[in-house]
């Protein structure tokens, strides 16, 4: 049983900063890569972030130089700390897991989302 538990979103002024956090458990296959989306008010959902089982790290244009994206595999955690917060980064953060098994079965699991809202 996969679960996702994210944290870390809430009430912030333009400008400030959040981290938010994803904890993993039940993972019993390979995972290929975890992500960070989010779904502004009236917009479909958006890719934020992404880091691969590599390391690798891939950012939406409109975060880039403001959000990181990073992990703890010691504690089985992503991380997304965003920095210089925008009004347009108001959204439910949702984070995302993708793998696969050795059988060559995908999964694509998803975390139950936390609100981050920027005031102006």
């Known amino acids: 049983q996969v679960q996702l538990v994210t944290s870390g979103g809430d009430l912030v002024q333009a400008g400030g900063s959040l981290r938010l956090s994803c904890v993993a458990s039940?993972?019993?296959?390979?995972?290929?890569?975890m992500g960070w989306y989010r779904q502004a008010p009236g917009k479909q959902r958006e890719l934020v972030a992404t880091?691969?089982?590599?390391?690798?790290?891939n950012y939406a244009d409109s975060v880039k130089g403001r959000f990181t994206i990073s992990r703890d595999d010691a504690k089985n955690t992503v991380y997304l700390q965003m920095n210089t917060l925008k009004f347009e980064d108001t959204g439910v953060y949702y984070c995302?897991?993708?793998?696969?098994?050795?059988?060559?079965?995908?999964?694509?699991?998803w975390g139950q989302g936390t609100q981050v809202t920027v005031s102006s």
């Open positions: 995302n897991l993708k793998g696969y098994s050795d059988g060559g079965y995908r999964y694509d699991s």
């Open positions: 039940g993972i019993t296959f390979n995972i290929n890569a």
């Open positions: 880091i691969s089982a590599s390391g690798t790290t």
